[in-house]
């Protein structure tokens, strides 16, 4: 069988670059290969569903706004007879809390967003704590808060793009892919677990954290690692009226209130195990998260965990931005990963932008900095001073 595009992985990244190629050209023939229609271990389905206009990039700003753009529509546009993709926008806000080493820090990068149109304030600790007393705590000065910031329900996004781009002609196969085959210079196609093989002058990989190895195997090494990732549901006793935001601390624990009343928290650490491993460790909540949350917020003394579960960042080393384009070497060859802890929010304008790319196609966001380059020659483009997210 031979296609336009093969797409490897038809989770968030996958389904909306199937979609866009289809919308901005439906003859081109396009086939998504993924493994598991269930998406049980996908970045994507595990994610927090977290989009946030607050980021210090101009680039993952831009990409954010495009995102709000797109969900504020999202199940009118993607609605057919057999599905009504609701996201179930929460426009709750992201408060980021700063102390005063890290103020002027927060300042700039809200007085960037102003300059791109973002609805992004400070708030003093006295105004928090008036506005959430729960979120009072001796430890911030006060913080940049993204009314429009919010969580989406991963599951209906990549329903919606996948269920409109099966529509517009796109074949979906679930099927899992052994190896890429490299044709010298270029690439030639796919080969599956099961020995078939399926030709495409172009391949897009956007297996998620599964894509290095794919890539590492025909001589293309990306610098991105599987690294697990714990998020734990909890319940408390707090009582309160209203919204409350979703907030983060400087140390990186953030809490999500959830629409039941439980909050989700997670806390990225430095020693998360690399690898393809979804085991989680209950003891990290209780020895490390638990005790930073409460030297914050102090109200949060009595919790209990209600739920938790493990998903993996495609977390790149370099930089913790998207790898996203052509890979010079290998004609052809189109690389979609390193998106580490935000890359659910992306899948629109990334997916776009791939489209673009492959169908030559004016480019409708600049995101070449963002491009394969930078890591061939090793230079990073941090999002927030020099910190992976
Ligand atoms: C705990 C956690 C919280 C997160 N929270 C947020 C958040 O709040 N906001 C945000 O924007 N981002 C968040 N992220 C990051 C986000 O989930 C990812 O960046 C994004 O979903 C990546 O999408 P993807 O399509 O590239 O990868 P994935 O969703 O992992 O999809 C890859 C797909 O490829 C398939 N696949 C892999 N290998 C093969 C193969 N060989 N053959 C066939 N199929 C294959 C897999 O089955 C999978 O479905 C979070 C991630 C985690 C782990």
Same mark, same amino acid.
């Given at each position: 069988m031979t296609y336009d595009v093969l797409i490897v992985g038809g989770a968030a990244m996958g389904s909306a670059t199937a979609y866009y190629l289809r919308l901005m050209d439906p003859a081109v023939s396009v086939a998504v290969l993924e493994r598991d229609s269930t998406y049980a271990r996908s970045s994507t389905i595990l994610s927090d569903g977290n989009v946030r206009i607050?980021?210090?990039l101009e680039e993952n700003i831009r990409i954010s706004q495009f995102a709000l753009e797109v969900l504020a529509t999202f199940a009118d546009d993607m609605e057919l007879s057999s599905y009504? %993709?609701? $996201? #179930?926008?929460?426009?709750?806000g992201n408060l980021f809390l700063t102390d005063a080493t890290h103020r002027a820090d927060a300042v700039a990068g809200m007085e960037l967003q102003q300059s791109l149109g973002c609805d992004v304030g400070w708030l003093d600790a006295s105004e928090i704590a008036a506005r959430w007393p729960m979120f009072d705590g001796p430890r911030h000065v006060g913080g940049t808060f993204g009314s429009l910031d919010g969580s989406v329900d991963p599951i209906a996004v990549v329903r919606g793009y996948r269920q409109c781009a099966v529509a517009m002609g796109v074949e979906f196969i679930e099927a899992e892919v052994s190896s890429l085959i490299r044709d010298d210079a270029a690439i030639a196609g796919i080969r599956l677990a099961s020995g078939e093989e399926m030709k495409a002058p172009v391949v897009v990989n956007c297996a998620g954290a599964w894509s290095p190895g794919l890539l590492s195997a025909i001589g293309v090494d990306v610098p991105v690692l599987p690294i697990m990732r714990s998020v734990f549901v909890v319940a408390s006793h707090l009582e309160w009226e209203g919204d409350l935001p979703s907030v983060f601390v400087p140390s990186g624990v953030y809490v999500l209130p959830e629409k039941d009343g439980t909050f989700l928290i997670a806390w990225s650490q430095p020693d998360d195990p690399v690898g393809f491993d979804f085991t989680v460790r209950r003891s990290g909540f209780y020895d490390m998260i638990w005790p930073e949350l409460v030297d914050h917020f %102090?109200?949060?003394?009595q919790l209990e965990i209600v739920e938790s579960w493990a998903g993996l960042y495609a977390a790149n080393t370099l930089d913790g931005n998207t790898i996203l #384009?052509?890979? %010079?070497? $290998?004609?052809?060859l189109h690389i979609c990963t390193g998106f580490s802890g935000h890359g659910f929010q992306q899948c629109h304008a990334v997916g776009r932008c791939l489209a673009e790319l492959i169908l030559q196609r004016h480019h409708a966001l600049d995101l070449s900095r963002l491009g394969t380059q930078r890591i061939i020659e090793g230079e990073p483009l941090y999002e927030h001073a020099r910190r992976l997210i």
């Open positions: 607050q980021f210090n009504r %993709p609701e $996201v #179930g926008k929460r426009h709750q %102090p109200a949060f003394d #384009g052509r890979w %010079p070497e $290998v004609r052809g």
